[in-house]
């Protein structure tokens, strides 16, 4: 067996072992194909959203095991990727910003790619799938890195040249519906890219992860996508803030903020909410198409059957709610993300489950999927949900979130509520607490109950199964 080392974090609490199992061989897949995609929620139509066109990923969804109530482990790009790709918790990596490559801190650190590399696999990575693109490039077989984002239509393109020319640089607009086909924006190169490599790969073992940029910002999508909704037929969500919820629990959405026409204080007018939000959901559906692209691929090469895919995202995001946009919260809507696995279209162990999995528990399950040596992780196979979704599982799933370098928020929910404190990240000092309702308000959270007598016993609970995780006596983060 290969063995795993950890630099620097070699001790930490909690490490768990993958889940065995009896039927292993029974389950056994040749390759593994991942779908990452970047800041989407579960705002799917395998997920009940109505409104979204997303037939090809809910025809997967239709093929596979839905998880609905899956979590992100960090509301943020680069450490949440590092999680997914290593299969540990951000705390048990140490990163928690956007500028800090993962082999930076970390040279012994065994990776996704490194370990199914290692076990005689083509590794391929398209896109984006670590933030920092050369970030562990050595152990990718075939590396398509990802590209930058692009504007298409002549004004577009004439208003960025005028920026950089006046050295203010910054972004263009936020939103784009240039009359063009996929190809002309980058996850549809994402796309060809990952089809022509699988024609390359028909006799090989290959994990591929497809990192798909869309619904990222910009939201710039071919103008067929947008015309696929009714704009007057969004719903422009409620801008009203949880009732006394910590000072800094939300944040000014910098990130939105940095594009062209988005003012640089105040919330957004309707028209311009409904617009972001008809470019959100257009950039869903472009990537749908991109995922019916490759799925299409994985049949006419005779792969479909003996490729475990795995569709999911690196974290939430906010699309108007509460007034603010973005992610880098520890609010449900930030943390909560789609989570399908597919064992193939004659899998017969499919449908959906509730339990609490995390994103940590993707690495040790593609694992056993494919017959390989367990390792020592954060995370846990989910396998076993395959056949029994209701299966007694997790009692809870956490993540965290800092607010600069001397407070980091620490929550976690067992599917009914959101329980968490902003602590001093070196003392473990309480700063606040939050307590929020989520289970019947669509994961809005409403007012903080936390110092509401009428909830002490629910609050003394989700405060133990914190604990559990962050204990106040672990030491600095």
Known sequence: MMRTIYPKIVGVACLLIILGSSTLHAQQVKNVLIFLVDDLRPELGSYGNKIIKTPHIDQLASEGMVFNRAYAQQAICAPSRMSILTGLRPETIGIYDLNTPLRSVHKEVL?????????????????????????????????????????????????????????????????????????????????????????????????????????????????????????????????????????????????????????????????????LIHGYYASIS????????????????????????????????????????????????????????????????????DALVENIDVFPTIIEASGLSKQKLDGISVMPLFKSPNLDWNKAAYSLYPRGKSMMGCTVTDGNWRYTEWRDSDSQEIKGIELYSIKDNKGIAERNLAHDSQFEKEKESMRLLLEKRFPRNRGSF
């Open 286 to 353: 472009y990537i749908d198409a991109q995922v019916g692209k490759v799925m299409n691929a994985l049949d006419e090469l005779g792969l479909r059957e003996e490729t475990l895919v795995v569709f999911m995202s690196d974290h939430g995001y906010k699309i108007g709610e509460y007034g603010a946009w973005c992610n880098h919260t520890n609010f449900e809507l930030d943390v909560r993300v789609p989570l399908i696995i597919s064992k193939g279209k004659s899998d017969k162990n499919s449908g959906v489950s």
């Open 111 to 275: 990776t996704m790619p490194q370990f199914f590399k290692n076990n005689g696999f083509t590794t391929v990575s398209i896109g984006k799938v670590y933030h920092h693109g050369q970030d562990d490039k050595e152990n990718w077989s075939i590396y398509f890195p990802k590209e930058p984002n692009s504007y298409l239509k002549p004004e577009n393109i004439q208003l960025v040249a005028q920026l950089e020319m006046e050295g203010k640089g910054g972004n263009g607009p936020a939103y784009e519906s240039a009359d063009v086909n996929d190809e002309a924006y980058k996850d549809g190169r994402v796309a060809n890219n990952a089809i022509e490599s699988l024609g390359k790969l028909v006799d090989d073992r290959f994990l591929m992860v497809i990192g798909l940029s869309k619904p990222h910002l910009p939201f710039n999508a071919p103008k067929k996508y947008w015309d696929l909704y009714d704009r007057n037929s969004l719903v422009i969500p409620s801008r009203i803030k949880p009732d006394h919820m910590y000072p800094t629990a939300l944040t000014k959405w910098g990130e939105l903020r940095a594009y062209y026409g988005i003012p640089a204080e105040g919330e957004l007018d309707d028209e311009l909410t409904r617009t």
